[in-house]
């Protein structure tokens, strides 16, 4: 397996568009992509057409751990690539971090 990720915390530098088009030229080779949405904002789990039910599981609930990764993973339209989407909860990532001991330190 291999690991490819687009971060940066400053915005319209492209990323979700880098990632989205990456991943679909790599699943058209017949590569096994999951694509990992961790931006609130969601832009590539609705560029690849998926949208989180309120009681389906999405990257917040797989890093709280109250579901099992394979849960919040779920197929795309596309053959070959998968999407562990964000929704607006994961907003809430930033609180759980910080009671984590995980936030930033002031």
Not at 10 to 37: H, M, N, P, R, Y
Not at 49 to 71: N, R, Y
């Amino acid at each position: 397996m291999k690991t490819c990720s687009a971060i940066s915390l400053s915005g319209g530098q492209g990323k979700t568009t880098t990632v989205f088009f990456t991943a679909l030229l790599l699943a058209s080779q017949g590569k096994k992509i999951l694509s990992v949405d961790a931006d609130p904002q969601a832009n590539l789990t609705f560029y690849l057409g998926h949208e989180v039910k309120p009681d389906e599981p999405s990257l917040f609930e797989v890093l709280t751990k109250q579901v099992d990764v394979e849960d919040g993973i779920y197929e795309t339209e596309y053959d070959n690539l998968f999407i562990m989407p964000a929704d607006r909860s994961l907003l809430r990532s930033v609180i759980f971090s910080a009671a984590a001991g995980l936030g930033h330190s002031s």
